[in-house]
T-cell receptor, first 118, second 111 residues
Framework: GAVVSQHPSWVICKSGTSVKIECRSL??????MFWYRQFPKQSLMLMAT?????????EQGVEKDKFLINHASLTLSTLTVTSAHPEDSSFYIC??????????????FGPGTRLTVT | EDKVVQSPLSLVVHEGDTVTLNCSYE??????LLWYKQEKKAPTFLFML????IEKKSGRLSSILDKKELFSILNITATQTGDSAVYLC???????????FGTGTRLQVTL
């Protein structure tokens, strides 16, 4: 089946620094990837849709200058949390659809990245 | 604004019980409804439902969609401790196929 990886799986950083999270589709090409954030005991909230070769589409309330998304290839999207603050501490998950699966809307999720900002 | 609501929020049952999890939605440009199981990390896919009234089954799990009443249910029969997880319902909308997740139902199966 389609596999999505994320790196790193967890990261601790100091307030004010930037952190980059990578999301890779390992056995398929993904023209579109999605970035979610999940706070403890809450559901997944879509942050942005990442499109290969073009600008990401951000959801309302998500600061595009703070959460920089780059989707430079068909297998890699990156999310950079700039000037991180403790309130950015969360579980960040990416997902991707496999366009070869036609009408299937299933999204394959990465294992997630736990970010802690101290 | 698209909205997906799940009930109950949490549930504790004994091994062997049958449970029914509910998901209702109010969205524009509905495409499909997905069920996921989330244990400690990322969600794993269970079902995709696009047509009304057609039950999907996988072992002890089954699910059905009602597009007229805008809801879906996920049934788990003969529950096992390994079924303990958060079950997420998500609705796919629009041309970008965005997922809007529900609040989740936390299921705990005890011995």
């Amino acid at each position: 089946g389609a596999v999505v990886s994320q790196h790193p799986s967890w990261v601790i950083c100091k307030s004010g620094t930037s952190v980059k999270i990578e999301c890779r589709s390992l056995d398929f090409q993904a023209t579109t990837m999605f970035w979610y954030r999940q706070f403890p005991k809450q559901s997944l909230m879509l942050m942005a849709t990442s499109n290969e070769g073009s600008k990401a589409t951000y959801e309302q309330g998500v600061e595009k200058d703070k959460f920089l998304i780059n989707h430079a290839s068909l297998t890699l999207s990156t999310l950079t949390v700039t000037s991180a603050h403790p309130e950015d501490s969360s579980f960040y998950i990416c997902s991707a659809r496999d366009p070869a699966k036609g009408d299937s809307y299933e999204q394959y999720f990465g294992p997630g990245t736990r970010l802690t900002v101290t | 604004e698209d909205k997906v609501v799940q009930s109950p929020l949490s549930l504790v049952v004994h091994e062997g019980d049958t449970v029914t999890l509910n998901c209702s939605y109010e969205v524009t440009n509905f495409r499909s409804l997905l069920w996921y199981k989330q244990e400690k990390k990322a969600p794993t896919f269970l079902f995709m439902l696009t047509s009304s009234g057609i039950e999907k089954k996988s072992g002890r799990l089954s699910s059905i969609l009602d597009k007229k009443e805008l809801f879906s249910i996920l049934n788990i029969t003969a529950t096992q401790t390994g079924d303990s997880a958060v079950y997420l319902c998500a609705v796919v909308t629009g041309t970008a196929s965005k997922l809007t997740f529900g609040t989740g139902t936390r299921l705990q199966v005890t011995l």
